[in-house]
């Protein structure tokens, strides 16, 4: 009788194979829904961070650090057309965004502070001048120098371009404000020579160095004190924004003005 051969069974055989086989892939489906939570976690990371600086940056922005463009001449030369400034907030104050709250500021404003504010005649403007009158001080101009409580003040800062003086109809304010005297009689400023004038309470008056070509308080009136952005505090970059050279601000760069503090 022929013995018949019994082939031994093989691992796949058994069945253990086809197990292996489903395991693995099912371990691999598990690493497909693992990593598709990893990349979810990674979006909602970035998300938030996102959020974060966002509002991070909205906060600085609103309440901290502001910066300013210097895009007129009213202030050479100690500021120059090309200036950026960096503004701190904090320092006058800032209003609360859609309230009528004002967070007061840490600092107390002091004559020669320059600062940035919203001008009385010109909402969607922002201009930068140099402080020059306090609540309840007498202020006048004679022969373009500048007189505070009847003494002329030292300005080094100050260029003066020409020597005429002009009439100028915005002026009329002034009179509302101005001390009646035997010298000045009838009252009609000019641009040299006006006041003498009283500042009321939470008023202040605003001069440009550049002064014979400088639109300020002389002309448009006292500054309320809720317009105030900001204490000019650093040139951060500079270059000369009146080249005709292409790529002014690569090419033009005023690396001697950056870094200096605003005085």
């Excluded at 055989?13 to 598990?30: F, I, Q, V």
């Excluded at 001390?179 to 009838?186: H, I, K, M, Y």
Aim: cysteine-free.
């Amino acid at each position: 009788m022929t013995k018949k051969n019994r082939r031994k069974p093989t691992s796949g055989d058994d069945g253990s194979g086809s197990k292996d086989s489903s395991r693995k892939a099912e371990a691999s489906r598990g690493s497909g829904k693992g990593g598709g939570k990893q990349d979810e976690n990674a979006l909602l990371e970035w998300t938030k961070s996102i959020i974060v600086a966002l509002v991070l940056f909205f906060f600085i922005r609103s309440f901290l650090i502001h910066t300013f463009v210097i895009i007129s001449g009213s202030m050479e030369e100690t500021l120059l057309v090309g200036d950026l400034l960096l503004v701190n907030r904090a320092a006058v104050g800032s209003p609360v965004p859609g309230t009528g709250w004002r967070i007061p500021g840490y600092s107390t404003l002091e004559r020669g502070d320059i600062l940035v504010f919203d001008p009385p005649h010109e909402p969607d403007l922002k201009l930068v001048k140099r402080l020059m009158g306090l609540p309840g001080d007498t202020i006048e101009m004679r022969n373009k120098a500048f007189y505070v409580n009847g003494e002329a003040l030292e300005e080094p800062y100050v260029r003066h371009m020409d020597s005429r003086d002009d009439l100028h109809p915005w002026m009329s304010w002034q009179e509302e404000f101005a001390l009646q005297t035997e010298a000045n009689g009838s009252y009609s400023p000019t641009r040299d020579n006006w006041g003498p004038l009283v500042i009321p309470s939470d008023r202040y008056f605003m001069l440009g160095d550049n002064r014979d070509t400088s639109l300020d308080s002389r002309y448009w009136g006292f500054l309320e004190g809720w317009r105030l952005e900001g204490r000019a505090v650093l040139t951060y970059f500079s270059y000369n924004k009146g080249s005709l050279r292409p790529f002014p601000w690569i090419k033009e760069i005023r690396w001697s003005r950056i870094g200096d503090l605003v005085r």
